[in-house]
């Protein structure tokens, strides 16, 4: 049924106006004003900087390159792709050097991955922070489409060795930023990228080369590549001593915590957001894991004590967010609204207590921990992981 608008006559057209000419490059329209979050009161502003995705704001499984979350540890360099090199040495019979446009000469493959920084959701260790907004709680994930090379092909062109059981990948930034990769790895899934979702890696996601490792945690997906060295045991850099290991309740530490859980997130409704009043919603959210595909997603809206089956939208890949949906008739009353996924390899994602459980709260790094939202009989929506 279409509204009556109280008159009869037509309502008065809109001056037309010619519109604005063609342009080099597209831009969104001025109205959308969706933006990256990124923390301005750094004390070490180049160390700790990073930029978090609008995960509220985006629709289906790809993250605009613009609005993909950045996360370096010494600004992002400006590299000239003419002059730069991939160097292949170490435990190798044909040391090489490759140049960008040689590696684009080479057979190439796309591939849709999510990328996740381990620090992700590092906050809600501790039972829960002030803060509600799903993008700066969980925006270090993004979801694109990755072209380059085989990893796997170029280190057979080098004649890796048997001995060669690591990869130190190093990058060209001013910290020389370097993690050991594991050859299995290397000789699987990875590439070499300089492609993202039909153009050029944006300077922030490592233009003109970086590592790219389907599934495995963010840092290790070296960006400004310049050079892999075959190795017969881990490199033991900053970045898997100091960094990027999770501190155990008993004073150990798991080190080369590589694979990300499988996650799940409800999106829409989240925190921020005010239901205007009982009636009809749709749920939506993303569910990925580093392990393999999301099979299923459940939704609860008592806190767990019932869970529903959501629907998946296809297509959903290995290694890449998954969209889930659906319908909620919200009644007015108190609720806390969460997902929960689970993968091919039988992997439930765990709640936020059971992992604290078995992990303490020492790390900051791989909380894949159920997020709860609470849904106020007034409409407002807070996070509901607080203790």
Known sequence: MVACRGKSEAPTPEPRALGAAVSPYGSRSRFEKTARYFNQNTKVPLEEASSR?????????????????????????????STHTLTIHGLVDRPL????????????????????????????????????????????????????????MLLRECGVQPNATWILAEGADASKHARSIPIRKAMDDAMVAYGQNGEPLRPEQGYPLRLFLPGWEG??????????????????????????????????????????????????????DTLPGAGLYEVTGIAWSGRGTIKSVEITTDGGASWIAAELQAPVLPRAHARFRW?????????LLASRCTDDTGYTQPPLTALIKVRGMNSQYHNNGIQAWKVASDGTITNGNRA
């Not at 991955?113 to 803060?131: A, D, H, I, K, Q």
């Open 97 to 152: 050097v490759f140049t960008v446009d040689e590696l684009k000469r080479l057979p190439s493959i796309s591939r849709i991955y999510f990328l996740e920084c381990s620090g992700n959701s590092g906050s809600e260790w501790r039972g829960g922070t002030t803060e509600s907004d799903v993008q700066r709680l969980h925006g270090l994930t993004s979801c694109s489409e990755w072209t380059g090379v085989s990893l796997a």
């Open 327 to 335: 319908s909620w008739k919200w009644d007015g009353r108190e609720a």
């Open 53 to 81: 995705t609008p995960l509220h704001d985006t629709y289906g499984i790809i993250t605009p390159s613009s609005l993909h979350f950045e996360r370096h540890h010494s600004g992002v360099p400006e590299i000239d792709p």
């Open 219 to 272: 840092n290790a997906n070296v960006k400004w590549l310049r050079r892999l060295k075959a190795l017969d045991q881990p490199a033991m850099t900053r970045e898997e001593t100091s960094k990027y290991t999770d501190l155990m309740p008993d004073g150990t530490a798991r080190q080369f915590t590589f694979d990300m859980e499988p996650k799940s997130l409800i999106t829409r409704p989240s925190g921020g």
